[in-house]
């Protein structure tokens, strides 16, 4: 009697074991086919369209939309339902608003953007520093901090506004940018480590500026200092354009590494 009663719980305990790993496996597999089935939109500026990374699409023009772009990674790997590569070179919070917002719909599940760079002045803070002074170099880098504080919140503000307007039920990633230098690192020439400190300070500002606005509108920040630590400008293992004169434009870029190692598991953690 007691052999049978002990082999009728063993029995209905693998059963109800049994019951509830399967049970866990479906819902894996469910939220896994739910997640397949909703279309992904990549927006933003040239750290999300791969500036740097070659491989351009011809039909993107001037956007320089990459192939070994995160977001051309990430679709590639997970085959979304649809995937829309909307991120173009130079593009500030305004450009976004007048002309990426376009295939967000009910329908998109997955967004990542990178924006407020350009609108801080990046370009310019950089073409500064390289040709002028250490003094005229930290004033453009504070001038950039001041914008960073007092007007980019209310412009990335009216940009998560619209995504979440425009795709209610999307999960969004926004994708902070990496520190430039390694302090005390292998360069023997170029900036001074003050220009270097007072940039890296500036991209710290920015993340964190960012990071508290999109905690405000419930999206999720991506934060790609960890990825990139060890991987700056006078790193010896560099994932970012130093100044290239052959090719201005992908200076302070991410390389294709930078894009595969250093963005793209930040975006597949996140998403």
């Excluded at 500064?128 to 453009?140: A, D, G, I, P």
Aim: include cysteine; charged fraction near 10%; hydrophobic fraction near 40%.
């Amino acid at each position: 009697m007691r052999r049978f009663r002990l082999a009728a719980y063993v029995t209905s305990f693998l059963f109800a074991a049994t019951a509830a790993l399967t049970g866990a496996t479906a819902a894996q597999a469910s939220d896994s086919s739910a997640a397949a089935a909703t279309g992904y939109v990549a927006l933003g500026d040239s750290y999300s369209s791969g500036v740097g990374a070659g491989s351009y699409d011809s039909g993107s023009g001037d956007c320089k939309r990459s192939t070994k772009a995160y977001p051309a990674l990430w679709a590639a790997a997970h085959s979304p339902s649809s995937f829309s590569f909307a991120a173009c070179s130079g593009a500030r919070t305004g450009d976004v608003l007048a002309g990426q917002l376009g295939s967000l719909g009910s329908g998109t599940g997955l967004v990542s953007i990178s924006i407020g760079g350009n609108d801080a002045g990046f370009a310019d803070v950089m073409t500064t520093c390289v040709l002028y002074s250490e003094s005229t170099c930290v004033n453009r880098v504070n001038e950039a901090r001041a914008y960073v504080t007092s007007t980019l919140p209310g412009k990335l503000d009216q940009v998560y506004s619209a995504i979440s307007s425009r795709a209610p039920s999307a999960h969004v990633v926004v994708l902070g940018y990496p520190r430039f230098y390694k302090l005390g690192g292998s360069c023997l020439a170029g900036l001074s480590e003050t220009e270097r400190s007072a940039i890296n300070g500036a991209a710290d500002l920015l993340n964190a500026t960012t990071a508290k606005r999109v905690a405000a509108h419930g999206f999720t920040f991506g934060d790609v200092t960890s990825t990139f630590s060890g991987h700056e400008i006078c790193s010896g293992s560099a994932w970012l354009h130093s100044v290239n004169w052959t090719n201005i434009g992908e200076s302070y870029h991410p390389t294709a590494a930078g894009q595969s190692g250093g963005y793209l598991p930040v975006l597949t953690s996140a998403a």
